[in-house]
């Protein structure tokens, strides 16, 4: 590299941000801290302006988790630019560790011991290094493949009960019984989730990440952080001048964007 290195660090407990930013200044002088925050949101914003060497995400935080936030900023993030290098951090889980050991993904246990963060540094500097050589667009499909597997190994357990049939959905005073086979797709709006059939739009208050795990999921297809939608509702997809994959439906008008993160679910047979 030409320049000096610069991180992002996202952690939400102020003092455990303030001890990594020390514990970084001690084992690597050169790093330049770029920004320190405090949710998911603000990571993915952030990371994006700043466009930083190293992101520290905490993998637990308010608003988005931190695998959640490099996903949006996998997907908005420019070709033209190496993606950063992603190191977790996360209390003790060893069920999170071995994911990030089988895609060779820099983690970092809560309190960071010097040790094991000097190892890290170590193995930072030589990435680092062999990105001068290395196509940029390599390190964003590399990051792509790594969550991509990560978000599966570390998705809620799918329900052992029979896939549901019916969404309850308050309309006034009633509670609408929406048959699933009748659902286009699902979006996660604000604090709702927003259920669309062929003519008409229900809100319902549990969490897209509660529901996705009861559908079916040969017939329910997550194509974006906050969107599901119905395989058989799907017409064709269809790739826009910036190379944006978007999804055309058959029973509806509007058009889907399918993010980087679930793209590979779209090549011809």
Known sequence: MTHAPRALIAEDEPLLAEDLRQALARAWPELQIAAMVGDGLSAARQALA????????????????????????????????????????TAY?????????????????????????????QRLREL??????????????????????????????????PPLQMIQAGVGTQIQMVPVQDVVYFEAADKYVRVLTASHEYLVRTPLKELLPRLD??????????????????????????????????ERAEKLAVSRLYAQRFKAM
């Open 50 to 89: 700043l466009q930083p060497d190293v992101l520290f995400f905490d993998i637990r935080m308010p608003g988005q988790s931190g695998l959640e936030a490099a996903a949006e900023l996998a997907d908005a993030w420019p070709e033209a630019q190496p993606f950063p290098i992603l190191v977790f951090v």
């Open 93 to 121: 889980d060893q069920y999170a560790m071995d994911a990030f050991e089988a895609q060779a993904v820099d983690y970092l246990l809560k309190p960071v011991q010097p040790e094991r963060l000097a190892r890290s540094v």
């Open 128 to 161: 680092l290094a062999q990105r001068t050589v290395a196509p940029a667009g390599a390190a964003l499909a590399q990051a792509l493949e790594q969550l991509r597997h990560l978000a599966g190994a570390t998705a809620p357990a799918a329900a052992t009960e």
């Open 217 to 250: 999921a040969e017939e329910f297809w997550q194509v974006h952080r906050g969107t599901v939608v119905r395989a058989a509702a799907i017409a064709n997809a269809q790739r826009d001048e910036a190379g944006r994959l978007w999804l055309q439906l058959r």
